[in-house]
């Protein structure tokens, strides 16, 4: 029976990578994987994540911040300031994980096809996060890639839930994924944040947490640091 996996921010964490896909028995050619975004950046094998994403028949791949990042140095699209500020927050990995100045072309078409967001059976898949009371497709990639604020409007609609009986959801979708923010850095926990209708699972590999994949139907997840390791 063909298994939905769901990924994000793996960062060039390859060893990671490689050991979550071994660990849930990954079927590259019947699974499929909803992969968040932000590949890309800080950890040391950028170009080896992408060839082992680029082995899954079934993978939805999802733009993040990082990856647009990269996308703009492609398309020669960053002033001189913001080239530099990306090169210090992992492109200078990136590219070296290319042995290149430039991406190659194939990794640079694969990011210009990377979807903005993601939804299907009433569940939304997005890097950042989005603003609710707007329609998705409103809203611009920027937000889209960038939002840090939907994790908190979560934790606050579940403490409504809690204490008064209010909706336990946060926007009309049943569920919504997102990356980008580290559970480190909002709950200082390295397991996924589930608060309403709305999981996190950055858990921060690259910043020493770990790597998540979660099964999507039976929320069953695993996780190992960036070495691969189960902690």
């Excluded at 994987?33 to 791949?61: A, M, P, Q, S």
């Excluded at 993040?64 to 992992?90: R, T, Y």
């Excluded at 497709?137 to 809690?162: V, Y």
Aim: with cysteine.
């Amino acid at each position: 029976m063909k298994k939905t996996f769901v990924i994000s921010d793996i960062h060039g964490c390859l060893k990671a990578l490689l050991a979550l896909l071994e660990e849930v028995k990954f079927d590259y050619e019947n699974d499929r994987l909803i992969c968040l975004g932000d590949t890309c950046d800080r950890g040391y094998d950028v170009k080896g994540c992408f060839d082992e994403l680029f082995k899954i028949k079934n993978l939805i791949y999802i733009l993040g911040n990082h990856d647009d990042w990269v996308l703009s140095d492609f398309k020669g699209e960053f002033g001189i300031g913001d080239k530099e500020n990306w090169w210090h927050q992992g492109g200078f990995e990136t590219m070296k994980s290319f042995n290149s100045q430039k991406l190659p072309v194939e990794y640079g078409k694969f990011l210009n096809k990377a979807l903005p967001y993601y939804v299907e059976d009433n569940k939304l898949f997005v890097h950042g996060g989005f603003d609710p009371e707007t329609p998705i497709e409103k809203h611009s990639t920027t937000h889209l890639i960038w939002d840090r604020d939907l994790i908190w409007k979560a934790k606050h609609c579940q403490a409504m839930f809690k204490r008064h009986g209010h909706s336990n959801k946060v926007s009309i979708y049943d569920e919504i994924f997102i990356g980008h923010t580290p559970t480190l850095s909002i709950d200082r926990t390295t397991d996924p944040i589930h608060w309403a209708n709305v999981w996190d699972i950055d858990t921060g590999c690259v910043y020493g947490g770990k790597l998540t994949i979660m099964n999507l139907d039976t929320k069953e997840y695993f996780q190992v640091d960036k070495n691969g390791n189960k902690k």
